[in-house]
């Protein structure tokens, strides 16, 4: 008995003497070549390092050495913390980091880390359905609802509306029309800026299988579609279905009978007045939180769905006006109601969703939806919406929780000032300049109490801080696209990375994500609790302060805390059922990390078409070649005009050069040109697509705003190959497709990629393409002064016209009597003194395209 005890105190003692003290902590998911990459070396007891190294994780070999930081000492649990920057370092593969004693777990650096990542997310979105639940493939809360407080708009309490669909907000089945519009933003949103990320693996009712349409804008739809049903008419909203009764229970969404009116649940009628449901009373002051937020989905749903949709993209814009009544109807605050417990969603600002409603509404005004049959047609125009939104924006100028140590639950809400990002894209000068000073102003603020600890943490630890990690991220992305300014990278970076193992505790925060790491397992969800069912994708809530945690009501772990020596006064996390306050999944929450997921993996993706190219692109398409080599290419565009078609023919077989030439469906089916395209296609030139129409894309004002389905596009561009077929020009070699008007923009790029093909465009830096303008033009050129320009970019840029796609007309209206083409001798005898070899755009800008033209 002695041996045993003498054994058990040898063993005792030899684990307490191997157990660590020192941890590096990482991004669990990985960082990208380019990227910032930082870690965090933080010991429980007063250590020193002064060097880290990074390894590769096959071989154990060091590949980088670096000085750590200066030490930034305590925070947390830890009596010393160094921060550890391997940005420099760029090449790809799996790595650990080393310092001292410690070491972190093996992580990649790799363009690819974030792929699929958004879409991870989503897999949460649709678990979280109401009504048809494709997750359980069952439906659930069908007889939504009766209304409660609509005496105002003359409903009275107990009348049945159906309300069925949406998301529930949490691992609780209370539905929220602020958290939901927020979160219907974010995915129209991140569709709009990123849709080439998002697959089809799913159909509108969330099951496996395609529609054709990218699975996060069914996910939005199903968010809009139930706001619909909240919003059904002028002067009727409601704010909530159910509330904290539903706390009675933790089972599968099912059928609820908790409120009295058998499985029917209160809907709460947005009346602009505080409301009470047994002890507890709201503080609600009016309608406007409430009413912007279901006004800025519904004009961001009709500017997306405009050319996807015509007839829901009208009815959804009747809505958003609706809305907007509704919301100025009583300038103020509606917050959630409770009945049991005096936990509410207490938002208590309102000028931040009015900022973006009206903002929304100006960008859908200005050139977007041209359809109207709403009294905003005779109404306030474009202009009015901006500076209404502008006005908004000075009443809250700085998100007040940021740099703020606490704030109620949901005080601020949403997180960011999305109307800040909305409105300073639509505008210029000195009122740009102002609305961009005030997303700077915030970020200083948090960066001014992140700069003094080693985890850049700025972040209040209050209910939800992962939803405020997220956002603040996503406002120092947002301000870096608006300025180019990259000063505020490693704060970002430190709240990306903090979502995923950067912490003090070394976990990601969301379920599953990545894979094989350490990441929540017991969340507060009864999808996990009752069922062992996984919830994908879910961000949870995140830590608390100490303070916040020790008085919260009825909380209990069910499982010896594994994060124990890493909880502090400062901050308290645990992945264990029984804490909902750091360990709840939040549906907009989820919806916010979509959004920045999908950024971080657009970045990648630019990335990576950049580092592997000599060339140059804009907006997607190819502008120039090889920059390093003297070589250029010729193109000619035509549509209703080919008087110069003959001369051009003849003066580049007279020089031996090789152009291309793009032409329109139109050009090539005209019977008076057909003699020209067959010579030029037997001269060996380059015959490629123009479109068939000549259509405009893309709006000259405002580029990123589309004039054209994709279905439309798609068509014409069909068109103009079916017509190139009759001229003996088949698709396979011609590949690339230069855009009517030289006007397009990203989607029009990721659409021609999607066919298969590559848009190009000219080089620009000479006024070669202005051959086209006439004297009564504003923009008139004359052909010296084109030529003049050539011959002085040619001279003055760093690299010449090497590479360069130089566009010139086949053709010109009559009215111009100065014709360029007549110059080309000219231009060709200068391109050859001064070095340079003209080649086929195809040669030079030669690239293996996979052709998948239906």
Not at 198 to 206: I, K, L, P
Not at 292 to 312: C, H, M
Not at 397 to 407: E, N, Q, V
Not at 546 to 575: C, M, R, T, W
């Amino acid at each position: 008995m002695k041996l045993c005890l003498l054994f058990a105190a040898f063993f005792t003692s030899l684990f307490a003497f191997a157990q660590p003290k020192s941890w590096i902590r990482i991004n669990n998911l990985g960082y990208t070549p380019q990227s910032k990459k930082l870690a965090v070396w933080c010991s429980k007891e007063a250590a020193k390092i002064a060097t880290f190294q990074l390894a590769d994780s096959a071989t154990g070999k060091v590949v980088f050495t670096a000085k750590a930081s200066a030490p930034f000492g305590a925070y947390g649990p830890f009596a010393q913390t160094y921060r550890l920057d391997f940005s420099n370092y760029k090449k790809s593969g799996t790595y650990f980091l080393k310092a001292g004693a410690a070491a972190s777990p093996y992580f990649k650096i790799d363009n690819n880390v974030y792929k699929g990542t958004a879409d991870f997310a989503l897999r949460y979105m649709r678990q979280q359905r109401s009504g048809f639940n494709p997750f359980l493939k069952d439906s659930c809360h069908t007889q939504d609802g009766y209304v409660l407080y609509g005496e105002k708009a003359g409903i009275k309490d107990s009348t049945f509306i159906n309300v069925t669909g949406g998301w529930h907000d949490a691992s609780d089945y209370l539905q929220y029309a602020t958290t939901s519009a927020n979160a219907t933003y974010h995915l129209l949103m991140s569709y709009r800026d990123f849709k080439d990320v998002f697959r089809d693996e799913h159909t509108a009712n969330g099951l496996t299988g395609k529609n054709e349409t990218p699975d996060v804008l069914d996910e939005a739809r199903w968010g809009l579609e139930w706001l619909l049903k909240m919003h059904p008419e002028p002067g009727i909203m409601f704010n909530q279905i159910a509330d904290d009764r539903d706390h009675r229970g933790m089972r599968i969404p099912a059928m609820d009978s908790f409120y009295g009116k058998g499985y029917q649940r209160p809907v709460y009628f947005v009346s602009g007045e505080p409301q009470q449901r047994g002890k507890f009373l709201t503080g609600t002051t009016g309608t406007s939180s409430t009413g912007g937020k279901f006004a800025s989905a519904f004009a961001l749903g009709a500017t997306v769905y405009n050319r996807l949709d015509s007839a829901y993209a009208s009815d959804l814009m009747d809505h958003a006006v609706s809305a907007l009544d509704f919301a100025v109807k009583k300038p103020g605050i509606t917050q959630t109601a409770s009945v049991q417990s005096p936990y509410i969603y207490a938002e208590d600002n309102w000028a931040d969703d009015m900022e973006l409603a009206y903002a929304s509404f100006a960008a859908t005004m200005n050139g977007i939806l041209k359809r109207w049959n709403t009294s905003m047609e005779e109404g306030p125009d474009g202009n009015f919406m901006i500076d209404s939104s502008f006005g908004y924006a000075q009443k809250e100028k700085i998100t007040p929780w940021l740099g703020a140590d606490t704030a109620k639950h949901y005080q601020w809400y949403p997180f960011i000032n999305i109307g800040h990002y909305e409105l300073a894209k639509q505008l210029s000068g000195s009122r740009k300049d102002t609305i961009i000073s005030y997303y700077r102003q915030g970020i200083q603020l948090v960066l001014n109490k992140a700069k003094g600890n080693a985890f850049y943490r700025g972040i209040p630890f209050i209910w939800c801080s992962n939803n405020l990690v997220t956002s603040f991220a996503i406002q120092c992305y947002w301000y870096k696209q608006l300025t180019g300014d990259k000063s505020f990278e490693s704060l970002e970076a430190a709240n990306f990375d903090w979502l995923f193992g950067l912490n003090p505790w070394g976990t990601s925060m969301v379920y599953g994500l990545p894979l094989g790491a350490d990441t929540p397992i017991d969340p507060h969800s009864a999808f996990t609790h009752l069922k062992d069912y996984p919830i994908d994708g879910g961000l949870v809530d995140g830590p608390v302060s100490g303070s916040i945690y020790k008085n919260l009501i009825g909380i209990k772990l069910y499982e010896p805390d594994e994060y124990a020596e890493f909880q502090s006064d400062l901050a308290v996390y645990h992945d264990d059922y029984g804490d909902y306050s750091t360990n709840e999944p939040t549906m907009d929450g989820t919806a916010s990390l979509i959004y920045l997921l999908a950024a971080k993996e657009a970045e990648a993706m630019n990335a990576v078409d950049k580092a592997h190219s000599p060339f140059s692109y804009s907006h997607g398409a190819l502008i120039r070649g090889d920059s390093t080599k003297k070589e250029l290419a010729l193109v000619f565009t035509g549509d209703e005009f080919g008087d110069g078609g003959a001369f051009i023919r003849k003066t580049l077989k007279q020089h031996n050069v090789k152009a291309a030439f793009f032409l329109t469906g139109r050009f090539y089916r005209n019977p008076e040109l057909k003699t020209l395209v067959q010579n030029l296609a037997k001269d060996g030139h380059y015959l490629g697509a123009h479109s068939d129409e000549h259509l405009l894309y893309a709006d000259w004002k405002k580029r990123d705003i589309l004039l054209v389905t994709k279905k439309e596009f798609n068509t014409d561009l069909l068109k103009n190959y079916a017509a190139m077929r009759t001229a003996g020009i088949q698709q396979q070699g011609a590949t690339y497709f230069l855009p009517p008007y030289e006007w397009y923009n990203d989607t029009i790029a990721a659409w021609t990629k999607g066919l298969g093909l590559q848009l190009i465009s000219y080089t620009p830096g000479t006024l070669s393409h202005a051959d086209y303008t006439t004297p009564a033009d504003k923009g008139y050129r004359s052909s010296e002064i084109i030529f003049n320009s050539i011959a002085y970019f040619e001279k003055n840029n760093a690299s010449g016209l090497n590479g360069a796609i130089m566009l010139l007309h086949i053709g010109t209206d009559p009215k111009r009597t100065d014709k360029f083409h007549n110059q080309l001798p000219r231009l060709l005898r200068l391109l050859k003194e001064r070095g340079y070899r003209v080649v086929p755009v195809n040669e030079m800008l030669s690239s293996k395209l996979k052709i998948n033209i239906p």
